[in-house]
C-alpha cells in the first residue's frame, strides 16, 4: 500500500441548511433566515435533568474543550468573557466561575460532575452538561447548546453539515471493507472502547483492533497477533515510523515494515464540531485512493 503521510487540520464546518429534528426541551421551530426566541427555554443535559433558561444568555462560560468549541462553531465567541477576537477558544478555568459574573456555565461529561456543580450552585449560576460520549449525544448536545443560547438555526445548520458529510464519507465507502487499525497514543496505549472515538474510526472505514483493551500499554504479541493493516500514532504520541523500526518487538509487524503508518492529532477522535471533516480525513489515510 506504501507509506502513508497526513497533514490533518481541524477545519470550521460549514454546509447547506437542512431542517433536522430536536431533541428533548419545550422549543420553537425556526422558520426562517432570523429566529427569534420566546424565553424561557426548557433544555436537557447529560445529567438528564431539564434546566429551565429565563432570558438570553450574555456572558456564557464554557468549562471544557468540547463546550468551548460548539459555543465557537455557533458563531457565539463573544458572549465568553475574556475571549480572543480570532484564534483557538480555549475553555474556561473551571476554577474561576465564583469569581466571574455569568448566565449560563456549559460542560461537558470530561469534567468532574460533582466539583462543576458545587461551583455553579456557588456562584448561582444555570449549568448545563453536554453529553459527547457518542456522535448522536453530541448533534443532540449542539441542538440543546443552540437553543440555550440564542443560536438554534445554526445549530441545526451545524448538525445537518456534520450529517452531509458522513453521508458523504459512507458513499464514498460503499462496497469497501473495514480495515483493521491500531491507534497507539504513547508507549503502545491504545485508543480503547466503542464510543465517541470507537464511532468515528467505524464511520471512517476502520476496525480498532483494541476496541475492547484496557486504556493501557497493549501486549505486544497480541499486536503481532492481530496483525492490523494500518498503524496510526497520535501526534502527542511522539511515536515515528522510523521509531518503530528499530523497535525489535514490533519492527517485523506488517504494518510497520511496508510503511502502513500515518501520525495524526488525537482532536481527530475527541468530541467536536470538526469531527464530520475528521471522518473524512481519516478515512482518506485508511482507504487511500489507488
Do not use: W
Request: with cysteine; proline share 7%; glycine share 8%.
Amino acid at each position: 500500500m506504501g507509506r502513508l503521510t497526513t497533514a490533518v487540520a481541524a477545519l470550521a464546518c460549514a454546509g447547506a441548511f437542512a431542517m433536522l429534528a430536536s431533541g428533548c426541551g419545550e422549543r420553537r421551530e425556526p422558520t426562517g433566515a432570523t429566529v427569534p426566541i420566546a424565553y424561557p427555554v426548557t433544555v436537557q443535559g447529560a445529567n438528564e435533568v431539564p434546566l429551565e433558561i429565563a432570558r438570553a444568555p450574555q456572558r456564557v462560560l464554557p468549562v471544557s474543550a468540547t463546550a468551548a468549541a460548539l459555543v465557537d462553531a455557533l458563531g457565539l465567541r463573544a458572549l465568553v468573557p475574556g475571549a480572543p477576537a480570532s484564534g483557538r477558544l480555549r475553555a474556561f478555568p473551571m476554577g474561576a466561575i465564583r469569581a466571574t459574573a455569568a448566565d449560563l456555565v456549559v460542560g461537558s461529561q470530561s469534567n468532574d460532575f460533582n466539583a462543576l456543580q458545587a461551583a455553579a450552585v456557588t456562584a448561582n449560576v444555570p449549568l448545563l452538561i453536554l453529553a459527547d460520549s457518542s456522535i448522536r449525544d453530541l448533534e443532540h448536545s449542539i441542538l440543546e447548546l443552540g437553543l440555550a443560547i440564542g443560536a438554534p438555526l445554526q445549530a441545526r445548520t451545524l448538525v445537518a453539515a456534520l450529517n452531509a458529510k458522513r453521508a458523504e464519507v459512507k458513499a464514498r465507502l460503499k462496497g469497501l471493507a473495514p480495515v483493521t487499525v491500531f491507534v497507539d497514543t504513547g508507549y503502545f496505549i491504545p485508543v480503547v472502547g466503542s464510543g465517541f472515538a470507537g464511532e468515528v474510526l467505524r464511520e471512517a472505514g476502520g476496525e480498532n483492533i483494541a476496541a475492547a483493551a484496557e486504556a493501557s500499554p497493549f501486549p505486544i504479541k497480541d499486536l503481532l497477533t492481530a496483525d492490523p493493516t494500518i498503524y496510526l500514532a497520535t501526534a502527542a504520541s511522539g511515536t515515528t515510523l522510523a521509531d518503530l523500526r528499530k523497535t525489535r518487538r514490533v519492527r517485523n509487524l506488517a504494518a510497520i515494515r511496508e510503511g502502513r503508518f500515518a501520525t495524526i492529532p488525537l482532536a481527530l477522535l475527541q468530541p467536536g464540531p470538526d469531527f464530520g471533516k475528521a471522518i473524512d480525513q481519516l478515512s482518506l489515510i485508511l482507504h487511500p485512493a489507488p
